[in-house]
């Protein structure tokens, strides 16, 4: 079956993002030479990653037959942040691991307010709102969440939720590039009176772009959930721009993600 353009489009939505950035590189290289050599880092991280995961995949599926008949992402989600989370910590260390990349416990205190004030607050309100969307949406076009109904991979997909997308995506968009971009770029914009960094909003609208189209949705679906997804990306760019550190950014993108499988688990039962 060939696919759409815009299955093709929602499939390779990164190489797209990335293609964006190795533009801007060539017209970087021209006017200041400065982020050339992070954008070819960060392009391959990226495919590195990709063609990573999908040999890791392809020998899981030849040697598991159950592993390609579920459509459960804690299976796919596993290896990915584990080999996003190395492929990263790798292009760190050929920058030199600047203390922006945010490999610090630092500031802990300040990192648990905004947490218990921003974060997990939010969490909480997108979950309710999400087991609503989810419940409604089990009759239209998204991607069945049915394997949720399946105790090993309910089991598995809650652990995967607060434990591990934190770690792997936390350490690239915010450790990587918001870290390498704080280093390299100066200002901000004034979010009311609060002082929005240029490199808390570059690598915000990239994570966003990468996670357009998420769980098959309709783009009607995921332009009502867009402001949500502005919102958490925001806080979680906002802690690490405030803490220095990529603790409390993993913590808060690991409870936000479980809380919304806590909401797809309520949302399957009959």
């Known amino acids: 079956m060939k696919k759409s353009l815009i299955d093709l489009l ?29 954008y070819f880092v960060i392009i391959a991280v990226f495919l590195a990653n990709e063609i990573a995961v999908k040999i890791i995949l392809r020998m899981l599926r030849q040697r598991v037959p159950s ?27 050929l920058l030199g691991f600047k203390k922006e990349f945010g490999l610090t416990l ?9 947490f218990l004030s921003l974060g997990l607050p939010f969490a909480i309100l997108y979950s309710v709102g999400a087991f609503f969307f989810l419940k409604k949406s089990q009759n239209g076009n998204m991607l069945s969440l049915d394997f949720l109904k399946n105790p090993t991979d309910r089991i598995g997909t809650v652990i995967y939720t607060f434990t591990m997308p934190g770690v792997g995506e936390e350490i690239l968009y915010r450790g990587f590039i918001q870290g390498y971009f704080s280093a390299n770029i100066t ?32 783009v009607a679906e995921a332009l009502i959930q ?13 802690t690490f721009q405030l803490t220095g550190s990529l603790l409390f950014p993993i913590i808060t993108h690991n409870v936000f993600d479980g809380f919304l499988v806590l909401s797809g688990i309520r949302a399957t039962k009959n």
């Open 106 to 114: 630092q500031n802990t205190n300040e990192g648990l307010w905004l």
């Open 67 to 93: 592993f390609s008949k579920t459509t459960a992402f804690w299976r796919v989600g596993f290896p990915t942040q584990i080999i996003t989370f190395f492929l990263t910590f790798i292009a760190m260390g």
């Open 10 to 38: 929602r499939s390779n939505i990164e190489y797209s993002v990335m293609l964006a950035l190795a533009f801007a590189s060539l017209i970087s290289t021209v006017v200041t030479g400065v982020f050339a050599v992070f």
């Open 187 to 218: 200002g901000s914009v004034l979010l009311g009176s609060f002082p929005l960094m240029y490199s808390t909003i570059i690598a915000s609208t990239i994570f966003i772009l990468v996670h357009l189209y998420t769980m098959g949705e309709t």
């Open 226 to 238: 867009l402001p949500g997804r502005i919102v958490i990306t925001l806080i979680l760019g906002i």
